[in-house]
């Protein structure tokens, strides 16, 4: 059982805006900025959002992230087959003394 | 640029001992904290720990606090993952993962993994 919450998949067609919820609590969104892991298949995670709603640079614009209370989300716009990756969320945990991961979320491009 | 390269696969029996490595390159090695990612077989990630290399300083998860030891030798930019007595159960791929410079963040660049299996 992850401390954040994603649902456990995703989907999708071409072109269509999708979002990937993470829901946590006080001591790790509610307190602390929420990053978000793109891992392709059979590839190391790759950092896609970092702060809330920054994008490295590389990262294309159609990646955005924010983050209400306690709860933040992804949403991928102008969806590609090549984003069809499991996506993480995690924030530092203030209780834990520790960085938390949500269980991921499957996104299955149709 | 900023590399994280690992060592290379592990195949082992229970209860022997097993230290992995990662060379960080392109950054100043003892200005971040590094630390240490499990992905066990068709599972999510799980945080393991960090450890600062300017001065050792470590934080562990609480579930991995007494299982593994995290170190790393400044003088030639390597971090470690030890196991004194590997199980079956800590068959996975363990990422190594650049954090912040404070610690309090997620991490911003990863290694390419190691998969370490652990068999009778």
């Known amino acids: 059982q992850s401390v954040l919450t994603q649902p456990p998949s995703a989907s999708g067609t071409p072109g269509q805006r999708v979002t990937v919820s993470c829901s946590g609590s006080s001591s790790n969104i509610g307190s602390n900025t929420v990053n978000w892991y793109q891992q392709l298949p059979g590839t190391a995670p790759k950092l896609l959002i970092y702060s809330n709603n920054q994008r490295p640079s590389g990262v294309p614009d159609r990646f955005s992230g924010s983050k209400s209370g306690t709860s933040a989300s992804l949403a991928i716009s102008g969806l590609q087959s090549e984003d069809e990756a499991d996506y993480y969320c995690a924030a530092w945990d203030d209780s834990l003394n520790g960085l938390v991961f949500g269980g991921g979320t499957k996104l299955t491009v149709l | 640029e900023v590399q994280l390269v690992q060592s290379g696969v592990e195949v082992k029996k229970p209860g022997e001992s097993l230290k992995i490595s990662c060379k960080g390159s392109g950054y100043s090695f003892t200005s971040y904290w590094i630390g240490w990612v499990r992905q066990m077989p068709g599972k999510g990630l799980e945080w393991m720990g960090i450890?600062?290399?300017?001065?050792?300083?470590?934080r562990y998860s609480p579930s991995f606090q007494g299982q593994v030891t995290i170190s790393a030798d400044k003088s030639i930019s390597t971090a470690y993952l030890q196991w004194s007595s590997l199980k079956a159960s800590d068959t996975a791929i363990y990422y190594c993962?650049?954090?912040?410079?404070?610690?309090?963040?997620?991490?911003?660049?990863w290694g390419q993994g190691t998969l370490v299996t652990v068999s009778s």
């Open positions: 450890i600062y290399p300017g001065d050792s300083n470590t």
């Open positions: 993962a650049r954090h912040s410079r404070s610690g309090y963040y997620g991490p911003d660049y």
